[in-house]
């Protein structure tokens, strides 16, 4: 059974104690002014929402194209002023346009507190592994990352992973009006060694088939292990853009994923960390 954590935020909520798990992983909600619902209206049941039609669903089963994620997240420095917040995420972002290999981008500030205490999250998709490796050593981002965000942060986590998205040119590039807004939701985790195999797979496979089974809440989804040398931390990185903050309410709120979370991933979770923020228009500033 869930716990309902003493918060402002109703949809605040956490799993209950286990010693193979971090104590405070929740999956926190925010709203925002911002975003505009496409969803409509709250739903009673996820079955409802899965069988409204609103959307055309961008995850669908078919032909299947290889990308590699990066997911970076950030601990700013709390005297970080507006100005140096925004030129930190300016130069990140538009590092997409200073080499090869980067197919999207999308960064920001987390809508809410994490059990890493982590402020800012960052997320990337490449072409292949070799334009990823390149990306760690390419001079414009080692100037970006020494002149602009080390200078205000006190700490950072990298994941990468490889998946699959539709091969289909707007889900790789991730564009079109379904990806111009939204949430974007990142997940660290870091499975219990003994669970490599059918455990994980089950676990993974689990949240898979619930986030196809919601294309009115989801526009995307993807998952892999993490072969990021640097980070022993977490094993693996989630990657889900919802269509809005309603839509994240929804999804993370529904008694199908609490109790897949409960019963596929608490027995197996050493760690987590959950970060979601959200996604402007496309022509907007970034924050």
Not at 120 to 131: C, I
Not at 262 to 284: A, N, R, W, Y
Request: with cysteine.
């Amino acid at each position: 059974m869930l716990i309902q954590a003493y918060s402002q935020n109703p949809h605040f909520f956490f799993l209950p104690p286990n010693p193979s798990i971090s104590p405070h992983l929740s999956f926190n909600v925010s709203h925002s002014p911002k975003l505009k619902s496409p969803v409509g209206r709250r739903y009673e049941s996820m079955s409802r929402i899965s069988a409204s039609g609103e959307h055309n669903p961008t995850i669908i089963l078919g032909k299947k194209r290889k990308v590699f994620e990066h997911i970076s997240l950030l601990k700013a420095k709390e005297n970080i002023s507006e100005d140096e917040e925004n030129d930190m995420l300016d130069y990140l972002y538009t590092t997409q346009y200073q080499m090869r290999g980067i197919v999207a981008v999308s960064l920001g500030r987390a809508c809410d507190q994490n059990n890493g205490r982590y402020t800012h999250g960052v997320y990337m998709r490449f072409q292949s592994k070799e334009d990823l490796e390149k990306f760690y050593v390419n001079p414009f981002y080692l100037r970006v990352l020494n002149e602009h965000v080390m200078p205000y942060c006190h700490g950072l986590v990298h994941v990468d992973y490889e998946s699959e998205v539709e091969d289909d040119m707007l889900p790789i590039f991730r564009k079109g009006e379904e990806f111009n807004y939204g949430v974007e939701f990142v997940l660290l985790i870091k499975f219990c060694q003994d669970s490599f195999g059918k455990p994980l797979e089950d676990a993974l496979n689990s949240l898979e088939r619930l986030t196809i089974d919601n294309p009115s809440l989801i526009v995307q989804f993807t998952q892999g292990l993490n072969f990021n040398p640097t980070c022993k931390e977490f094993t693996h990185g989630v990657v889900i853009r919802f269509r809005s903050i309603n839509a994240f309410e929804i999804f993370t709120s529904s008694t199908e994923y609490k109790d897949m979370w409960k019963s596929k991933f608490q027995p197996i979770v050493q760690k987590t960390v959950p970060l979601h923020f959200s996604v402007d228009p496309v022509g907007t500033e970034i924050m």
